[in-house]
């Protein structure tokens, strides 16, 4: 089964830009993949998340990667892109209350390296890749 690795390299959160409105915060997770051996750089996501009390926990809205086409594992790596983005974002949250954050860190980069690392099938045939 092929392998695909993920280096996300930063993201750029609460940017207008990537859907922040008066009920989201939009951001956008930055990375490169390697699926084996095949190499794509700077692809990106964008993400939202619910602006409201109570919201910290509930799944954020992942778009598909921009720049990449082929076979993937969506459902994995979207629950990868959530990890990153509250290990990175998240403890920040916690410091401000969502709202007074939001209003604070328009635009707010932050660096953080991770790497991941998950099986890759074909989506549409829910078939596992040889």
């Keep these: 089964?092929?392998?695909?690795?993920?280096?996300?390299?930063?993201?750029?959160?609460?940017?207008?830009?990537?859907?922040s409105d008066d009920d989201h915060v939009g951001s956008r997770v930055f990375f490169d993949l390697d699926l084996d051996g095949e190499g794509y750089a700077n692809l990106h996501v964008d993400v939202r998340q619910l602006v409201r009390e109570g919201a910290e926990n509930e799944p954020l809205?992942?778009?598909?990667?921009?720049?990449y086409e082929g076979p993937f594992n969506f459902p994995v790596f979207q629950g990868l892109v959530e990890f990153y983005y509250?290990?990175?974002?998240?403890?920040?949250w916690g410091m401000f209350g969502m709202r007074s954050l939001r209003m604070r860190l328009e635009g707010w980069a932050v660096e953080q390296e991770m790497l991941v690392q998950f099986e890759v099938f074909d989506e549409e045939t829910g078939a596992w890749m040889t």
Excluded: D, W
């Excluded at 089964?1 to 859907?19: D, H, K, L, Q, W």
């Excluded at 809205?61 to 720049?67: D, S």
């Excluded at 509250?86 to 920040?92: E, P, S």
């Design 61 to 67: 809205l992942v778009t598909r990667p921009q720049g």
């Design 1 to 19: 089964m092929p392998i695909a690795t993920v280096a996300f390299r930063r993201c750029i959160f609460n940017s207008p830009e990537y859907g």
């Design 86 to 92: 509250r290990h990175a974002v998240g403890a920040k």
